[in-house]
Structures are given as C-alpha cells and as structure tokens.
Nanobody
Framework: QVQLVESGGGLVQAGGSLRLSCAASGRTFSSGRMGWFRQAPGKEREFVAAIRRSGGNTYYKDSVAGRFTISRDNAKNTVYLQMNSLRPEDTAVYYC???????????WGQGTQVTVSS
C-alpha cells in the first residue's frame, strides 16, 4: 500500500501563490506517475498535473499550464505543486494521487483545501 499526505493548502488572494506538497510512504514504485487532481463544489474531480517517476515528464491541464509546476524530490519521496497566478476558479480541494508501475491512479490522499479570493 501507498500512503499519501498532502499539505500546503490555504486561503490566498487572486494573483497569489501556494505550494502544495504530497509526502508518499509505504510501497515504492520505479515507474508510473504521481499526479494532482482537484474537485470544486458541485463539480467532478478533474486532472490538474502529473509527473512520471522515471524520466520526469510532466503533463498539465490546459488552464493551469504556464501557471502551475509539478515537481518531485525522490530523496524525500515527495511531489510538489507550485501554483502561481492563482484565480478564483482554482478554488477546490486538491488531491494527490499515485499509480503503481502501470495502470490507473489507485492511491489517493485525503485532500487539501485551496481557496482563492477575488
């Protein structure tokens, strides 16, 4: 099993920045992906960003590309989401997720609230 614990959420004004962290523990994988998803009130959970464990390729939702950056620190087994130029529409609960070496996102954190005020 993999345990994921997010931190770093909070309240910020539009145009501000936050950095989310996701600390992973338990079983480790050499490939597959780590990702961030979000869910706003009344909406479905949506993909935000992902990074491959091997090679470090990154992927972003179109509306956050250029504003958000996903990165990883393998020594700390931690993934980060740096969020800049935040907008009110970025308000959501942000979830960290992980795949195994292949397959879907099987492991999820408990979520951290991000609120952007206008």
């Amino acid at each position: 099993q993999v345990q994921l614990v997010e931190s770093g959420g909070g309240l910020v004004q539009a145009g501000g920045s936050l950095r989310l962290s996701c600390a992973a523990s338990g079983r480790t994988f050499s490939s597959g992906r780590m990702g961030w998803f979000r869910q706003a009130p009344g909406k479905e959970r949506e993909f935000v960003a992902a990074i491959r464990r091997s090679g470090g390729n990154t992927y972003y939702k179109d509306s956050v590309a250029g504003r958000f950056t996903i990165s990883r620190d393998n020594a700390k087994n931690t993934v980060y989401l740096q969020m800049n130029s935040l907008r009110p529409e970025d308000t959501a609960v942000y979830y960290c997720a992980a795949t195994g070496n292949v397959g879907p996102y099987d492991y999820w954190g408990q979520g951290t609230q991000v609120t952007v005020s206008s």
